[in-house]
T-cell receptor, first 111, second 108 residues
Framework: DTAVSQTPKYLVTQMGNDKSIKCEQNLGHDTMYWYKQDSKKFLKIMFSYNNKELIINETVPNRFSPKSPDKAHLNLHINSLELGDSAVYFC??????????FGQGTRLTVV | RKEVEQDPGPFNVPEGATVAFNCTYSNSASQSFFWYRQDCRKEPKLLMSVYSSGNEDGRFTAQLNRASQYISLLIRDSKLSDSATYLCVVNRGDDMRFGAGTRLTVKP
């Protein structure tokens, strides 16, 4: 059973489109994250949610809107996609004070 | 200044070598610390937690110096399979910050 699963694994789309990435964790963790890893491989935090409440919003353009319907899910919706949004997006979850577990990543390519 | 700074690397070492990675963090209120490993085109995975007293897991030793806000990872007797990017991670509450990573290549 996959602990943190995100879909889709690959996403190729045109500039200007709107797309969503879904994430689910079955670990019972309270905190979930979205990270962006760009071509330089730096893993940058975007959002953190704790029990459905937004905790961290790290100067991300408002074209990115996270949604947490329950504490096991954290989805990411992106409006008006731009070339610079191309990256690998990782979802993660953790229990307070412990390590984070990551999904396999969604490789987004905007053409 | 980035919250978590790491040696940029890359490190290219022969099998059997000992290699050390360093990391510094800027926020003295940071609470917990980890080393992660990321293989090419894969997700980061926990390598080990880092404790103030230092901790060892086989060939891997992690150290934390809170006064200097410094974390280290030592890999002894490097194996080809150790080739990966090593990420230093610093946590404060729900905020988990990653260093830029250090790429290690172990060669035969």
């Amino acid at each position: 059973d996959t602990a943190v699963s995100q879909t889709p694994k690959y996403l190729v789309t045109q500039m200007g489109n709107d797309k969503s990435i879904k994430c689910e964790q079955n670990l019972g963790h309270d905190t979930m994250y979205w990270y962006k890893q760009d071509s330089k491989k730096f893993l940058k935090i975007m959002f953190s949610y704790n029990n459905k409440e937004l905790i961290i919003n790290e100067t991300v353009p408002n074209r990115f809107s996270p949604k947490s319907p329950d504490k096991a899910h954290l989805n990411l919706h992106i409006n008006s996609l731009e070339l610079g949004d191309s990256a690998v997006y990782f979802c993660a979850s953790r229990r307070a004070g412990t390590e984070a577990f990551f999904g396999q990543g969604t490789r987004l390519t905007v053409v | 200044r980035k919250e978590v700074e790491q040696d940029p690397g890359p490190f290219n070492v022969p099998e059997g070598a000992t290699v050390a990675f360093n990391c510094t963090y800027s926020n003295s209120a940071s609470q917990s610390f980890f080393w992660y490993r990321q293989d090419c085109r894969k997700e980061p995975k926990l390598l080990m937690s880092v404790y103030s007293s230092g901790n060892e897991d086989g060939r891997f030793t992690a150290q934390l110096n809170r006064a200097s806000q410094y974390i280290s990872l030592l890999i002894r007797d490097s194996k080809l399979s150790d080739s990966a990017t090593y990420l230093c991670v610093v946590n404060r509450g729900d905020d988990m910050r990653f260093g830029a990573g250090t790429r290690l290549t172990v060669k035969p």
